[in-house]
């Protein structure tokens, strides 16, 4: 292993346990080799209308780095637990703090020192992780409201 600094990550509480979030390049590999589709990678990364199965994969991946025991199947429990509002908000988190610049922030990735992000959280986990979540049906199709 390669002795670099470890990334910065969310703590998660759930299921009795405490969680490591990140979103490295690792973790993004792990997701593109899932998913395997160029189009549901783009709506999960714009916050687009992502299927359940990309959203699970996306945080099954961020759980890598810290956690390589949990299963696909292992993350969707995590998510049922979580609810997928606050899921959405802490992956929003996990991916602020590897892509600062997303916000307008500095190039240095910033120490995660809570569960909650003060700030908005855009790019891929929109505000508050509603963007991506409000759209979601069960087959990631975009629900239309008069």
């Given at each position: ?40 990678m ?66 240095r ?8 992000v003060?700030?908005?959280?855009g ?17 990631g ?6």
């Amino acid at each position: 292993m390669i002795p670099v600094a470890p990334a910065p990550f969310v703590r998660v509480s759930a299921a009795g346990a405490t969680w490591r979030l990140v979103v490295s390049v690792n973790a993004l590999c792990l997701i593109e080799a899932e998913v395997k589709d160029a189009d549901e990678m783009a709506k999960l990364m714009s916050g687009g209308d992502a299927a359940f199965t990309t959203v699970r994969a996306a945080f099954w991946a961020a759980l890598q780095d810290h956690h390589p025991q949990v299963s696909l199947e292992d993350a969707g429990r995590l998510l049922d637990h979580l609810g997928l509002m606050k899921a959405g908000s802490l992956m929003g988190q996990a991916l602020m703090l590897a892509f600062p610049e997303l916000e307008g922030g500095t190039d240095r990735p910033r120490k995660a020192t809570s569960d909650r992000v003060t700030n908005g959280i855009g790019g891929a986990f929109s505000t508050g992780g509603l963007g991506w979540i409000s759209r979601l049906t069960p087959f990631g199709r975009r629900r239309l409201v008069a």
